[in-house]
């Protein structure tokens, strides 16, 4: 299909610039907002309904004191892992802006991602072992491991795509400063993903 | 003038033609927004079939309950009907599967899949959608969903019974409902068809924002492109909430969490409050994109400008905002809060302001207009009339008083079949009669148009209108027997009207089938403006070629510029400039 047959001057079948491409990513982010706006309230509906709102006597959480706590330091530790992948991201991209390849702050991101699916998985682990499950501890074991759960799938996500950024960056060089929209969007991606997170550690484990 | 604006892409459209592409790259794996929107036409199409079929059945067993269904009632699956006789359990299923199939994969698909499809890009002067990619990707996705919820039929057990709200704890208790598997798929059918529609909301919006032709300003874009706009803006942000409660449902069903069991500490109201915090929006998703493509083609048939341009779009933005706020509606009777309740009651009677709005307007547009009664032209004043009738039993409902006494009843089936059926199903005739031309370039017979068309307001009537009455006489929905409670008997002969009516929409469908196989093959050759128009899509040829415009087109005023005082023609397209004598509406 020579381009000569098509004269037109709209941008029909060519690539989206790359400032609709992130226009796009960021309505699509929105709407994974709401995805997660839902589960959060549900767990809170639950909970307080349940046990009552934070400031009334009887609140405490886990309701049930044979019930594990969540292992916060682990957690908190974790956490750091995830903002410090944002933040070597972060350098990634702005090194390819700068013109160099960036994949090694590439592959630490990559490296921290995983890490923190890791950790995240033996946290599971751990507390299936101490009597939290999907179906053991009521609706704390249900949102926890449900919510989580679809959280941890993002990051799994993340980390793949940002290998698939990785291994197309190493082989073809093709993240230019001019033009490196793919990149642009994971990064959007992977921010967000941080963000719900640090949400997320906020209410499931401290609030 | 404006006739060779209008022709000359013709004598190019020959260059653009001959670009050929094998039978998959063209019908099955496109990037062509056309071609896509055609899919997903076709595709609905055939859901409409198999919804309709469902619907029959269950209008069978409701006016003549438990006797044998011929011919056909031997080949359903055991779990719904023993010897050709509808059980209880399966006409359960039969009911949330058509009202499943209807919602999911025949009105939003059609209105936003292939006619957003097709027409965003052609009315805002653009080449194509954004992401051209994500766009296939969103229709088969659509059809995987398709796949899981038919697949659902020939699960163990049967299909899901617990109506298309799936109220749990019915549905979230695998030994009440005794449907895990197909209750898991309707779940995961739903994901699936969220991430579709999701893919294409966020496709859309995109599309409306950076792609918009030189000229074509906000405020001049056709109020079907604002329609889909609002209407993808609404899908973004409450569609995910159902895809969160349909993970907890599957979550339920097959990992043992308790989110909506009792037992386990969860709430059975949860998935209502979820449920309808995206089932309200979802309503005017519905409706919305109908009234965008009922406010094309009024105009265009009373040679009028569109009453109150603004005030159409203002009314939309406010309904997407007031559809976030009204879902309490729903659950009047949960045993809520009785002031949380009036509330609700408040804001519902609220959001129907700016639907009143529209109405007066499309009357303003038809008032001492030229009108021509084409069959576009009767289905859109069908639809505005319908819509009427059911946002009045809206308003009823939603005065909690009065929804004590018919909340679950047939009054409610009736509101719902007079906005979606009367409402959605009815623009959506319309606009296959508007568009087709262009979409296929045949134009479709007019007398039988007619006839469908009255055909269909006649047994649309007589099949919903009666429900009223059935459920002001308290009949409740969703009994596969109504001659077992004694107070229901004398109203039997007004569900066999129902049914006869169902029967006679049925076979009118056939008519409209008829129609599009016979205009195929032997319509006159559609011309590039058949109707006098003055949106984009009517300056290129019907169909348009690949990447739609020759040359990007430049717009010099809104879309609704008919019988402007001092133009020779009735009508001037977007993309020519007018005369400085002449005395437009728009800017
Ligand atoms: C004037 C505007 C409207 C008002 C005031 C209104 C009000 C209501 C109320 C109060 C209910 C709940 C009744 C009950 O279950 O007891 C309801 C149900 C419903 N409405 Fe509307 N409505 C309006 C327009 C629409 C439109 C435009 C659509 C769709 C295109 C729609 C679709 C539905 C559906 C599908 C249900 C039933 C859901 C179910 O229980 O299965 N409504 N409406
Ligand atoms: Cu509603």
Known sequence: MSTAVLTHDAPAHRGASPATCKFGMIIFLISEGMLFAGLIAGYFVLRWTANGFPWQPGSAWPPDASLPHLPVLLTSINTVFLVSSSITFHISESAVQKGRSGLGWLALTILLGATFVVIQGFEWVHLHHEGLWFDKGGIYGSSFFVITGFHGMHVAIGVLLITWCFLRQSATRCFTPQHHPALANVALYWHFVDVVWIILFTLLYWV | MISTTADSPLVEQSAHSHVQEGFFRKYLWTFDHKMIGLQYFWTALFFLFVGGALALAVRWQLAMPGTEIPVIGRFLPQTIAVDGAIVPGGYNMLVTMHATIMVFFVVMPILIGAFGNYLIPLQIGAGDMAFPLLNELSYWLYVVSGFVILGAFFAPGGAPGTGWTAYAPLSAVAAYNGTRVGQSMWGIAIFINGLSSIAGATNYITTIVNLRAPGMKMFRMPL??????????????????????????????????????????????????????????????MILPAMGLASEIIPVFSRKPIFGYKAMVYAMMAIGVLGFMVWGHHMFVSGMNLTLSAAFSVSTMVIAVPSAIKTFNWLGTVWRGSIEFKTPMCFALAFVSMFVIGGLSGIFMASTPVDLFVHHTYFIVAHIHYVLFGGSIFAIFGAVYFWFPKMFGKMLNEPLGKLHFLLTFVFFNMTFFPMHNLGLGGMMRRIADPTVYEHLRQLQPLNQVCTIGAMGLGFTTFIFIWNIIYSLRNGPAAPANPWHANTLEWTVPSPPGHGNFPHTPTVYHGAYEYSVPGLEEDYLPQNVPAPDHARLESH
Do not use: R
Not at chain 2, 265 to 277: A, D, E, I, V, Y
């Open chain 2, 224 to 285: 079907t492109v604002w329609s889909l706009f609002v209407t993808a803006i609404l899908l973004v942000l409450a569609v995910p909430v159902l895809s969160a409660a349909a993970a907890m449902l599957f979550a339920d069903l097959n990992l043992g969490t308790s989110f909506f069991k009792p037992a386990g500490g969860g709430q059975p109201l949860l998935w209502q409050h979820l449920f309808w915090f995206f089932g309200h929006p979802e309503v005017y998703i």
